[in-house]
């Protein structure tokens, strides 16, 4: 049986191209498409191990304290009410995580903010605020478009269906 050249049978339906026939149809073999897989769901755990570890108030602080610079453990715990072992627990969820990162010099464990890690949050953040906020220009504008062909008429709303009654 001949293979198809990739590009052969773009018409399939959207159906049609799910479950990798997709990668077929535009060339990509089976082990590119596992590299591209599996960094696709090392991106997705990583962010869910950085939110995760943003989830907790005690972690925020270590963050906003690292953000103006180095720390050391028991810097990181004066400010909060836990023993230093627990620091140090929530400190490893943060390194696990890829925010923080350690260095011991000695009997000091020095903690650095990664700001590589928060920028992959950042990114993320940002792509959903930019998608939202085209989704609400295009509300804005349909309700300007809207207002115009009413002529700006207060209390007017669209026809309703016959036999609908306005709620009280």
């Keep these: 049986m001949a293979r198809k050249p990739p590009g052969a049978g773009l018409r399939a339906s959207p159906a049609a191209l799910s479950g990798g026939t997709l990668a077929a149809i535009i060339g990509l073999d089976k082990n590119l498409r596992a590299i591209i897989l599996k960094q696709m769901l090392n991106q997705s755990l990583a962010l869910d191990l950085m939110f995760q570890a943003l989830a907790d108030p005690s972690r925020r602080a270590m963050v906003d304290r690292l953000c103006r610079g180095p720390a050391s453990v028991s810097e990181l715990a004066k400010p909060l009410a836990m023993s230093l072992p627990a620091v140090v627990q929530h400190l490893q969820v943060l390194e696990d995580s890829g925010l923080v990162r350690t260095g011991k010099l000695g009997r000091v464990r020095t903690c650095h903010i990664e700001p590589r890690a928060l ?50």
């Design 119 to 168: 920028r992959t949050a950042e990114q993320w953040v940002n792509e959903r605020r930019t998608s939202w906020e085209r989704h609400l220009d295009r509300l804005g504008d349909f309700l300007a478009e809207e207002a115009q062909t009413d002529g700006g008429k207060p209390g007017h709303s669209p026809p309703r269906k016959p036999g609908h009654r306005r709620k009280p």
